[in-house]
Structures are given as structure tokens and as C-alpha cells.
């Protein structure tokens, strides 16, 4: 005869579902990227952009952006590339880019939790700590 060995308690583990829409009603702000959730070593987060940010890279992070509404031109030194609605770019490490948007664009961020929205800039545009929505 033999003992069965109880499970080990569950953590009760919350998995939440995002609606994107909701999350960017609760914000205005411009350039001021929030937090809508983890993956692994990564964030995604939710952006409105409009206007021009600033020339920067980051030294050690790839971004990848997702326009889920308007229009953005990402600026390289070497052209231009248009995203609409439902098209991505992922930026690699090191390459100099500008984000410019014509009209109000709200984009989702796919980057590491190190990752500074200025990148190796620091300006009155620089977001330290971001929130989490
Ligand atoms: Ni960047």
C-alpha cells in the first residue's frame, strides 16, 4: 500500500482577457506608451502617437509596432515606410527611426521591459515609468 501524494496547491492564477479599445479609452496623452500586459521578458503596451517624436535607436531592443488605428510613417535615414491599420514593423536594435503620425494613431508596442521610448534620447519626451492600464 502507498500514500498518494497530494497535488501541490494551485496559485489561483488570473488570466484576463484585454479589450484593446476599452484600455485605450482610459488615456489621451500623446507619446506616453502604457502597459497593457507581459510576455516573458516582454511588454505590450499601447501607444497614441500624433506629430513628430524624436530621431533615436535603442542600443539593445527590438520594437515592434502595430498600427491598430490611423496612419504612421516610420522616418530611417535611408525612407520612409507607411503602416495603416493592421500592418506591423518591427525595428531592429541600433537602426535610427522616427515614428510621425499625421492624424491620431493608436499603436500596440512589442518590446522588451527595458526598452525607453526615447531610446538612447532623453528629452521632455522621455517616459521613465510607465503606468499600468
Ligand atoms: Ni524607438
Known sequence: ?????????????VI???DLARKLALFQETWSPKIVGRV??????LVKL???FVWHHHEAEDELFLVLEGRLTMR????DVELGKGEMI?????????????EETHVLLFEPGTTLNTGNVRDERTVEHLERI
Not at 500500500?1 to 492564477?13: D, L, N, Q, V
Not at 516573458?40 to 503596451?45: A, E, I, P, R, T
Not at 530611417?76 to 525612407?79: A, L, N, T
Open 76 to 79: 530611417f535615414r535611408d525612407g
Open 16 to 18: 484576463e482577457k484585454i
Open 90 to 102: 518591427v525595428v531592429p536594435r541600433g537602426v535610427e527611426h522616427m515614428p510621425v503620425a499625421a
Open 40 to 45: 516573458n521578458d516582454c511588454l505590450v503596451k
Open 50 to 52: 500624433q506629430g513628430e
Open 1 to 13: 500500500m502507498y500514500t498518494r501524494i497530494p497535488p501541490p496547491r494551485r496559485r489561483s492564477i
